[in-house]
């Protein structure tokens, strides 16, 4: 049996070292991209069951990443969390729906992974 495949999509390597460790003994395999670009490329060729990925990246943000993976029929039902930095309680509820209907299936702040 294959080991699912979880990609963290994140410009900030302390906090991808953070989230991995999290992760780590959930018998999963973690892959890491540190910009918009390669973190697609990534998730077409390794089929993620799941895809954790930051709102503002470098080369193609978040958002960006999202409509493209939700329009590729190879990718489209894959698992996405969003997140950001940026934001608080007050928008949350907001950013949150936005996300939704954009296609992540959630969205957390940063600051709420703790």
């Keep these: 049996m294959n080991t699912p ?3 963290i999509i994140d410009k900030d390597k302390e906090y991808i070292d953070i989230l ?3 992760l780590k003994g ?3 395999r973690i892959e890491t991209a540190f910009d918009g670009e390669n973190g697609l490329e990534k998730a077409q060729q390794l089929k993620p069951a799941l895809i954790v990925l930051e709102v503002k990246l470098p080369k193609l943000d978040g958002m ?3 409509s ?3 329009e590729d029929p190879e990718l489209k039902n894959i698992y996405v969390i969003l997140m950001s930095a940026f934001g608080d ?3 949350y509820a907001t950013d949150r729906a936005y ?3 954009m296609g992540a299936d959630d969205y957390f702040l940063k600051t709420n992974a703790d």
């Design 26 to 28: 959930s018998n999963t």
């Design 20 to 22: 991995s460790a999290k």
């Design 5 to 7: 495949v979880i990609l």
């Design 99 to 101: 996300a939704k209907d």
């Design 68 to 70: 493209r993976l939700k």
């Design 64 to 66: 960006a990443v999202l």
């Design 89 to 91: 309680m007050e928008t």
